[in-house]
């Protein structure tokens, strides 16, 4: 019973075998069917893409929409926050308005031209005491400057080593008519009182001092001054004459020297006048020879030497008549001594020039 034979088994074998090719048959079916179904997904994938595309680019739409409304309103805002601030502020109901009035006096906060009291006290307060600060500095620096210097001889007298020459009458042409007095009345009443601190009486109250000699002071509180009279000098002290020879046609031109405090001319000064012209003109000195005696010098200022007078020398023209109507230029120096009287920057040291035109 159980042997069988070999065909059976055979046939046996065969059959199980032939039973996977009948399942093998629908498989094109199956494919074609998975396929359609892609296909279908594909397309509906296809149509779902544009929309979700189109629904991104609606909600970048609207974001830039949104944005751009945000950017209109906040500059809305602004124009309005502008308008604000320019228009100007309600005052609070109940309240007056401001007038100009208020700008000098404000009744409701006090304030007087913009400040409070409490202000304007801080602020005079800071300058009283800024001004008084500067005024000490002022006073601080001039007193210290006063300090180095002296009140009788000043501290630099380096401008002028040498003195200047000036006359009287006071004028750098002298032009008058000898036969008509009132052409020269005002150069000799010039020179009368220009003569009144000389007058004798006036100087012999004054010391008599060595003559040729200088008079060294330094070391008195009070200086003493020499004597100078008037009647020294002659024919032109107006006491013999009171014309001063401007009657005669002869004038006199009196000169002195400019006071230098400190001065010791070294040497014999004196007045030395020429004419510059070619024919010489005649010259009378007073004191004879024109000295200036050493006697008056030094100079010590006007606060220790208060009555102290110059020596003079006197001039007198003695015009012959060729010399009327023409005019005579006088040039005069100081010479004998160290004191400069050649400095062609300075023509006035130590010389004076004029002019005297004399007319019958």
């Not at 124009?79 to 309240?95: F, I």
């Not at 007038?99 to 304007?120: K, L, V």
């Not at 012959?320 to 400069?340: H, P």
Request: aromatic share 8%.
């Amino acid at each position: 019973m159980s042997s069988s034979t070999p065909e059976q088994n055979q046939d046996q074998n065969l059959e199980p075998k032939q039973e996977p090719d009948q399942d093998q048959e629908p498989k094109p079916e199956t494919n074609q069917s998975v396929k359609e179904e892609e296909k279908a997904e594909e397309t509906e994938k296809k149509k779902e893409e544009p929309k979700e595309e189109t629904k991104e680019a609606k909600k970048e739409e609207t974001k830039e929409a949104k944005k751009e409304e945000t950017k209109e309103a906040k500059k809305e805002e602004t124009k309005e926050a502008k308008k604000e601030e320019n228009k100007p502020k309600d005052e609070p109901k109940g309240e007056p308005k401001g007038t100009w009035r208020d700008s000098i006096y404000n009744p409701r906060t006090g304030e007087f031209m913009g400040r409070t009291a409490r202000s304007w006290g801080l602020i005079l307060l800071f300058y009283f005491v800024f001004y008084a600060f500067l005024a000490g500095m002022f006073c601080l620096t001039m007193w210290v400057m006063l300090q180095t210097l002296d009140e009788n001889i000043p501290t630099y007298q380096d401008r002028v080593p040498s003195p200047g020459l000036v006359i009287r009458p006071h004028a750098a042409e002298i032009s008058f008519n000898r036969s008509d007095p009132t052409n020269y009345n005002q150069y000799t009443q010039h020179l009368h009182n220009f003569l009144q601190n000389y007058n004798d009486s006036v100087q012999e109250r004054n010391d008599l001092c060595l003559v040729g000699e200088y008079t060294d002071q330094d070391a008195e509180p009070v200086k003493k001054v020499c004597q100078f009279k008037r009647s020294l000098l002659r024919q032109c002290s107006g006491l013999s004459d009171s014309s001063f020879g401007y009657a005669e046609g002869k004038p006199c031109i009196i000169i002195k020297m400019n006071r230098v405090i400190g001065l010791k001319p070294q040497g014999d000064p004196f007045i030395n006048c020429t004419a510059k012209k070619n024919s010489p003109l005649q010259i009378r000195y007073f004191p004879s020879e024109g000295r200036l005696d050493k006697m008056f010098f030094p100079y010590y200022g006007k606060n220790t030497h208060a009555d102290y007078v110059q020596p003079l020398v006197a001039v007198q023209l003695l015009l012959s008549k060729e010399d009327l109507n023409v005019e005579q230029t006088v040039e005069c120096r100081v010479e004998g001594s160290n004191l400069r009287n050649n400095d062609e920057r300075d023509k006035a040291l130590g010389r004076v020039t004029f002019r005297v035109l004399v007319s019958e």
